[in-house]
Every structure is written in C-alpha cells, then in structure tokens.
C-alpha cells in the first residue's frame, strides 16, 4: 500500500471514528503494507480475503461476506480495483455494518497502471483488474452519509469515508 493511502485511512480515523469498535477489513491480505497497526483500539479486528495468508482471518469473497450488522467500522484499502464486483464489495461492507458505523476505502482509479494483487504491474492470465471509476463509486455510496470523498487522478487515486445511515 502506498503512502498516501494509509495516510487518508489514519486521517479519516482521527476526524471521522473516536472508537473504531469491532472492525472489519475487506481485502485483508498484507501484500506491501497494512492498515491493521492504525487500529490498536478495537473491540476485535476481523480481516477478510479471497486467500489465506498475512493478515486474513477469514478466507471468502468479500463481495459474498455477511457480517451481519455487527461491525462498527469497515475497512477497504487498494482492494476494489481487483474485485470483479466492486459494487457488491460496498453492499457487504453496508450489511456488515451497524446503523452508525463508519466504511473507510481506498481504490485505485482509472489513471493508476495496472498491477496484480502482488504489486507488480504484471496481471497473472486470471487475474481481474479495473480501475475503480469516481462517479461509479459516487453512485454506489447514494444510500451512504458521504463525509469524504476524494479523487487524485495524478496519482490514481480514489477514496471515500461513509457513514450507514441510522
């Protein structure tokens, strides 16, 4: 994970979650970096993944997963760009959720060059990759009190902090 991205989750976690309660953390798997360290406070820290490893404690499509409102915040960095439902990654992340819990994302946009899920900017023959589209993601979070929502195209960056509606 690059710099600038676990800076905005480290930031939108002092302006926007004073407790981070129990935590979930879709695409979880640590390739270069985690954002796991910035939660030392928690009520428990689940991390989710299509595979095992570094960082996972549940192996599943995070698409698919139900945390069944029982999360207070949801976590997704540089993740959405290697799901081929990015959308149905933001529906769990929503019934994960309790009313009043907070999802923090960061997403490579459009400009960002490809890269697999190793970092390296060699996409492996089954390997899913997509630039995650601004207004795509404005879309997806209509139902979501946006409290942040930034695009960087310089450096192919996208993020969001959302509050689940009450």
Same mark, same amino acid.
């Given at each position: 994970?690059?710099?600038?991205? &676990?800076?905005?989750?480290?930031?939108?976690?002092?302006? &926007?979650v004073?407790?981070p309660?129990n935590?979930?953390?879709?695409?979880?798997?640590?390739?270069?970096?985690?954002?796991?360290?910035?939660?030392?406070?928690?009520?428990?820290?689940?991390?989710?993944?299509?595979? %095992?490893?570094?960082?996972?404690?549940?192996?599943?499509?995070? @698409?698919?997963?139900?945390?069944?409102?029982? &999360?207070?915040?949801?976590?997704?960095?540089?993740?959405l760009?290697?799901?081929?439902?990015?959308?149905?990654? $933001?529906?769990?992340?929503?019934?994960?959720l309790?009313?009043?819990?907070?999802? $923090?994302?960061?997403?490579?946009?459009?400009?960002?060059?490809?890269?697999?899920?190793?970092?390296?900017?060699?996409?492996?023959?089954?390997?899913?990759?997509?630039?995650i589209?601004?207004?795509?993601?404005?879309?997806?979070?209509?139902?979501?009190?946006?409290? @942040? &929502?930034?695009?960087?195209?310089?450096? %192919?960056?996208?993020?969001?902090t959302?509050?689940?509606?009450?």
């Open positions: 994970m690059h710099q600038e991205a &676990f800076c905005y989750v480290r930031d939108s976690l002092a302006r &926007f004073p407790t309660g935590v979930l953390e879709l695409g979880s798997f640590n390739v270069n970096g985690t954002v796991r360290d910035l939660f030392t406070e928690t009520d428990g820290y689940t991390g989710v993944d299509l595979r %095992g490893g570094r960082g996972v404690d549940v192996v599943c499509d995070a @698409s698919d997963y139900d945390g069944v409102a029982s &999360f207070d915040t949801v976590v997704t960095a540089e993740m760009e290697h799901a081929r439902r990015p959308q149905a990654v $933001i529906e769990s992340a929503w019934r994960a309790k009313p009043g819990g907070v999802l $923090i994302l960061t997403a490579a946009s459009q400009e960002r060059l490809p890269h697999n899920n190793n970092g390296d900017h060699v996409l492996d023959d089954d390997e899913h990759y997509a630039g589209n601004p207004d795509d993601l404005a879309d997806w979070l209509t139902d979501w009190e946006v409290l @942040s &929502f930034e695009h960087h195209p310089g450096r %192919g960056d996208v993020y969001a959302a509050r689940k509606a009450c």
